[in-house]
């Protein structure tokens, strides 16, 4: 049976292809340390967890929920911005509450899109940023670029290049997966560069709490007249370790908010009231429960650096998110990145991201996610060490899972 319009425009999926080969491991009773997908191990703030507790008790908050937030939850966004950036924004006309940023991507993408439109997106990214608009109709124009000295000059190929001309820029930094962080020189750059070529820009801020070397990561929005053409998607799921509770935000661009707020009035009623309650609870906090996240994030990642450098694997330090974006060893380079993950998983119990999942030009990375404890990111070290050696005296034992279909 012909698949649907929508559904062939999609790609199979490269992660499934890893969750499956770890299932199907896990089942033949192998300990896969999983590094692979960004799913934070942490536990939710114990007085976050007291908070939901105590607001679910009352059945008034069962019924329906407001599909843009409630009105406590969005004043607590807007205070965030307020305390971590400076940016002032109206809770009533400038927030929207989200299941997720990525839930607040796609519906942006359904809210502003029509077919053919063109979307600047730069590559590897997270995966969403570009298929919520394809499935909407858009087209993408990857840029192959870091938050440097080249963003504009790609940017203005792109434009040179592109019929019609872009809607939209995709920006994500700290970037899932590359780690990389922008500087707020970079955001005024790029803001003058989107008022100058009426474009929007969309900006992907879910790890601007998870950093390392003391600077915190800027937003677009700080930029003077960045409101005029930005809106800003940011996530509770990292910062608070709640990624189960599906609680996000959209800020900025009143027209743009609006649209996203229309459209979402359509698809649901909000998160469960108990969750938007205890989420405004967390947003209003000391910061302290931040600050944990953070530090345990940083160990790992030494930890991570120092072991797997000592298996003989050289791993940049990456200066903020919960990811290393690691080149893939030189003698397994020429397999790609998802053939490699699958050797890590049958010979060293490793799961890792392939990075072609984030695009063609991350096919000679991958992923490393720090949601395993110090103890078992040294365990996954010593395995891969041990894999290292093995193939380097033996390298034509070590095959390909494809190989053997």
Not at 150 to 166: D, M, Q, T, Y
Not at 226 to 245: H, L, N, Q
Not at 347 to 375: S, Y
Request: with cysteine; glycine share 6%; hydrophobic share 40%.
């Amino acid at each position: 049976m012909e698949e649907f319009h929508k559904v062939r425009r999609l790609p199979p999926y490269v992660f499934e292809q890893v969750n499956r080969l770890k299932a199907n491991a896990r089942s033949r009773g192998a300990d896969i340390i999983d590094l692979g997908m960004g799913n934070p191990d942490l536990p939710t703030p114990k007085a976050i967890v007291d908070k939901l507790c105590e607001v679910v008790r009352d059945p008034r908050t069962h019924r329906y929920s407001s599909s843009r937030g409630i009105p406590g939850l969005r004043r607590a966004q807007a205070a965030y911005y307020q305390r971590r950036f400076g940016v002032k924004l109206n809770p009533d006309t400038q927030v929207v509450a989200t299941l997720g940023s990525k839930e607040g991507f796609a519906n942006m993408a359904q809210a502003i899109t029509a077919p053919g439109d063109v979307i600047l997106c730069p590559n590897p990214t997270y995966p969403i940023h570009a298929f919520g608009f394809i499935m909407s109709g858009g087209v993408i124009r990857s840029l192959q670029v870091e938050p440097d000295d080249g963003f504009i000059p790609a940017l203005e190929r792109g434009v040179r290049h592109s019929i019609p001309k872009p809607l939209a820029l995709i920006l994500n930094y700290p970037s899932n997966p590359t780690a990389l962080v922008a500087s707020l020189d970079f955001y005024k750059d790029v803001v003058a560069f989107a008022k100058k070529n009426d474009i929007i820009i969309l900006s992907d801020l879910a790890y601007s709490e998870i950093y390392f070397d003391g600077n915190p990561p800027p937003s677009v929005l700080q930029v003077p007249g960045a409101i005029d053409v930005c809106v800003e998607f940011t996530s509770m799921s990292k910062t608070f370790s709640m990624p189960g509770w599906r609680m996000g935000f959209a800020v900025g661009n009143e027209r743009l908010i609006s649209a996203l707020t229309r459209v979402k009035s359509y698809l649901d009623y909000g998160a469960f009231t108990p969750i938007q309650v205890a989420a405004a609870y967390a947003l209003n906090g000391d910061g302290a429960d931040i600050a944990e996240v953070r530090e345990v994030y940083l160990k790992r990642r030494d930890v991570m650096v120092d072991a797997f450098s000592r298996a003989g694997w050289t791993i940049p330090a990456p200066a903020a998110s919960m990811f290393a974006w690691a080149p893939i060893p030189e003698p397994f380079k020429h397999l790609g990145s998802l053939e490699f993950s699958k050797l890590l998983i049958e010979h060293a119990d490793v799961a890792v991201a392939p990075g072609i999942g984030f695009g063609e030009h991350g096919d000679d990375h991958v992923r490393i996610a720090l949601v395993e404890n110090e103890h078992r990111i040294r365990q996954a070290a010593r395995n891969i060490k041990r894999f290292l050696a093995s193939s380097a005296k033996q390298p034509n034992n070590v095959v390909p899972l494809a190989a053997h279909r």
